[in-house]
């Protein structure tokens, strides 16, 4: 289980099944807020809405592989059932960033500290999104 919150610049993995123990804390951004995690590649995507981007982790080696500028107050992430995009919904630019997840590899975070992120396009989805889902068909 990943936490975050007001006050820090991190992430803190919790292992909610044995004693409540803290694994450990990430740095993840500045001011991390909302997150969401893909399966197959492991990886967690943190919002960071005050420096408008999303910090994707790698969840097995903790390292932040690539911080991707997405809009303006990232406040939503949705990851599609096939573990192919992240949706980030920015409420203060209303708009959708996508983010697509093949593109975001390990080898990033071997060349350098991080690199910036893979993002695909942005689509206008009008005046501050707050929520989303995706359902396969």
């Known amino acids: 289980m990943f936490v975050t919150g007001e006050g820090g610049d991190a992430v803190v993995a919790v292992y909610p099944y044995y ?3 803290i694994r450990e804390t990430v740095l ?3 001011s991390p ?3 969401a995690a893909s399966t197959s590649p492991a990886y967690l995507f943190v919002a960071n809405p005050k420096s408008a981007d999303v910090s994707i982790l790698d969840i097995e080696t903790s390292n932040v592989l690539a911080v ?3 809009g303006s107050v990232p406040s939503c992430i949705v990851i599609t059932p096939d573990d192919q995009y992240a949706l980030v919904l920015n409420q203060a630019s209303g708009d959708m960033a996508v983010i697509r ?3 975001v590899t390990r080898a990033a975070s071997e060349q350098r500290r991080w690199k910036k992120g893979p993002l695909f396009t942005l689509i206008p ?3 501050k999104p707050v929520s989303a889902a ?3 068909i």
């Open 101 to 103: 997840i093949p593109n």
């Open 125 to 127: 989805v009008g005046s």
């Open 134 to 136: 995706v359902v396969s």
């Open 19 to 21: 004693t409540p123990q």
């Open 28 to 30: 993840a951004g500045h």
């Open 68 to 70: 991707t500028p997405v």
């Open 33 to 35: 807020g909302a997150m």
